[in-house]
């Protein structure tokens, strides 16, 4: 499973920022998808995560500000970004989990989001 993120950026408080993951395999097919973040010196950290059957989880930080959606048609997972504050900047990657005899993690390469004036 190959996954390449896009979208990111310099952006102002208070903006937004959409960023897509192209996934190899059917989105519709992996046991769950989502978006997570490793700012300078700290863990990376789920930002937001969409399962198989279309639910949703958002890291308390980002709800009511950040989406996740899915296009079954073009393999791809978005993140909506709203409202960004300068605690968004960090490097953002797409992940994606595919159900074999185990579940095996996948990852992008990630793209750098980055809120300042």
């Known amino acids: 499973v190959q996954l390449v993120e896009s979208g990111g950026g310099l952006v102002q408080p208070g903006g937004s920022l959409r960023l897509s993951c192209a996934v190899s395999v059917s989105v519709a097919g992996l046991y769950s998808t989502g978006w997570y973040r490793q700012a300078p010196g700290k863990q990376r950290d789920l930002v937001a995560e969409?399962?198989?059957?279309?639910?949703?989880d958002y890291a308390d930080s980002v709800k009511g500000r950040f989406t996740i959606s899915r296009d079954n048609g073009k393999n791809e997972v978005y993140l909506q970004m709203n409202n960004l504050k300068p605690d968004d900047t960090a490097v953002y990657y797409c992940?994606?989990?595919?159900?074999?005899?185990?579940?095996?993690?996948?990852w992008g390469q990630g793209t750098q989001v980055t809120v300042s004036s």
């Open positions: 969409i399962s198989k059957d279309g639910s949703t």
């Open positions: 992940n994606a989990v595919q159900e074999r005899l185990a579940l095996v993690e996948f």
